[in-house]
């Protein structure tokens, strides 16, 4: 296997078949492009959760989860703007409503839900499947082709038909792992940051299919990657790569973070594994503090300096580009 397979020029993700941990630590891994590898075992979730399935467990009648409600008509849940509230119900409840059964609304008409596990002690520990759905995870094999050490957390994500979460990136490598339903995931490379109107770690654009270009004409020269999840596929997404996920149907997946970094530069209260690595955040931060020295000098001194303070972090930006590949 070579980083030429994982190459593609037509807008799509590449797809492999049956990668081992070797293959995919030596060749996936260290190329940092999305793949869609398939033929792994996940276990028998995708033929055992069904709708009726995950609504009758007994567990999933008395496990309580916080759930994102929605009438957005676009169905595009927007974290910029947050047009979305949460709200706790049973996990049976959520797969119900999810399913069209008929319930009273939580907070109008049209309502759409999207959930995102968090931890079984959400202010101490990261979501894990293991240990907040037991019965859920004994039919799941989250895929292991990395350190078992550097696993970071596993989220359970249930989603109603016609939800699109806003594009964002992780700042840890994460698998996607499809279990029912179908997803359509489209991708940015960290490359093209500048022109996704980022805040934070969340673009502002929001409809990426229609994009109002009058307003975000940069958006345009974004190149975009594109793959549908199928039941049983597994979406290798590498950390700082922006992601835009659409569900035309009743979808449940689950992801696996891992840290690519020593642990030690990752902030210790980040239990959702979004926040800059350390070393990353203190140097924004120096660069704020720059700025506003800078500020203190005249216009003519202070463009003669900032100058100079660009060209340095662009010499480590073309350094980067000629001399390393994947992370060292």
């Keep these: 296997m070579s980083q030429d397979a994982l190459l593609r020029f037509d807008g799509r993700v590449a797809v492999l078949q049956h990668v081992t941990e070797q293959q995919f630590c030596d060749h996936v891994l260290p190329a940092r492009l999305p793949v869609v590898l398939k033929g792994l075992d996940i276990g028998c979730a995708p033929q055992q959760w069904t709708p009726a399935y995950l609504r009758d467990l007994p567990s999933s009648q008395a496990t309580l989860v916080g759930v994102h409600v929605s009438t957005e008509p676009s169905g595009c849940l927007n974290f910029v703007n947050r047009n979305f509230v949460f709200k706790t119900m049973s996990l049976s409840e959520l797969v119900a409503r999810c399913t069209g059964q008929k319930m009273e609304p939580l907070i109008g008409n049209g309502e759409r839900y999207y959930l995102r596990s968090i931890g079984a002690n959400p202010r101490k520990e990261p979501s894990s499947i293991e240990k907040s759905f037991p019965d859920l995870a004994r039919s799941l094999n989250l895929p292991q082709l990395f350190p078992a050490d550097s696993e970071f957390s596993s989220v359970l994500r249930i989603t109603s038909p016609g939800v699109r979460l806003w594009t964002h990136f992780d700042v840890m490598d994460n698998f996607l792992v499809q279990i029912r339903g179908t997803k359509r995931v489209q991708l940015w ?140």
């Design 189 to 328: 490379s960290p490359d093209d940051e500048e022109n996704l109107y980022v805040q934070g770690s969340s673009s502002e654009v929001m409809d990426v299919d229609d994009p109002d270009l009058a307003r975000y004409p940069l958006f345009a020269k974004a190149c975009r990657w594109k793959c549908e999840l199928q039941p049983g596929d597994v979406l290798f997404i590498p950390a700082l790569w922006f992601h835009n996920v659409y569900t035309e149907e009743f979808s449940v997946s689950a992801n696996v973070f891992w840290r690519q970094l020593p642990k030690n530069m990752y902030d210790k209260k980040d239990l959702y594994g979004n926040r800059d690595p350390i070393p990353a955040t203190e140097a924004l931060k120096a660069i704020d503090a720059a700025a506003a020295k800078l500020l203190e000098l005249p216009n003519y001194y202070r463009q003669f300096y900032c100058k100079r303070l660009q060209r340095q972090l662009g010499s480590l930006v073309d350094a980067g580009a000629c001399g390393e590949c994947g992370i060292e």
